[in-house]
Nanobody, 129 residues
Framework: QVQLVESGGGLVQAGGSLRVSCAAS????????MAWFRQAPRREREFVAG????????YYADSVKGRFTISRDNAKNTVYLQMNSLKPEDTAVYYC??????????????????????WGQGTQVTVSS
């Protein structure tokens, strides 16, 4: 069982930066690939970024590539999403998710929300214009 708790959301002006964090419980965090998804009002939840168990491979949605960076610290059981050059269209609730994959991963797998076993409660990110 893994519990995920996001933090770090808030209100930021367009062009600004924000870092959200996701702390995981349990002793097997390094066995899980992690990802960030987001859901804006009246829209379906969408993949933002994913990272494999070791942090060696990261994948991004085209809409955030070059602006967002996902990283993880397995010693702290935490995954991060650094968001730069934020746009009003980045406004959403951001969720972290975990799936037990110890080994290689791919964009196709990590971007598929049906693959994930555990979800956090979400943190609101609002970007004002």
């Amino acid at each position: 069982q893994v519990q995920l708790v996001e933090s770090g959301g808030g209100l930021v002006q367009a062009g600004g930066s924000l870092r959200v964090s996701c702390a995981a419980s349990g002793r097997t965090f390094s066995s899980y690939a992690m990802a960030w998804f987001r859901q804006a009002p009246r829209r379906e939840r969408e993949f933002v970024a994913g990272i494999n168990w070791s942090g060696a491979n990261a994948y991004y949605a085209d809409s955030v590539k070059g602006r967002f960076t996902i990283s993880r610290d397995n010693a702290k059981n935490t995954v991060y999403l650094q968001m730069n050059s934020l746009k009003p269209e980045d406004t959403a609730v951001y969720y972290c998710a975990a799936v037990r994959i110890y080994g290689s991963s791919s964009y196709r797998v990590l971007s598929d929300e049906s693959k994930y076993d555990y979800w956090g409660q979400g943190t609101q990110v609002t970007v004002s214009s």
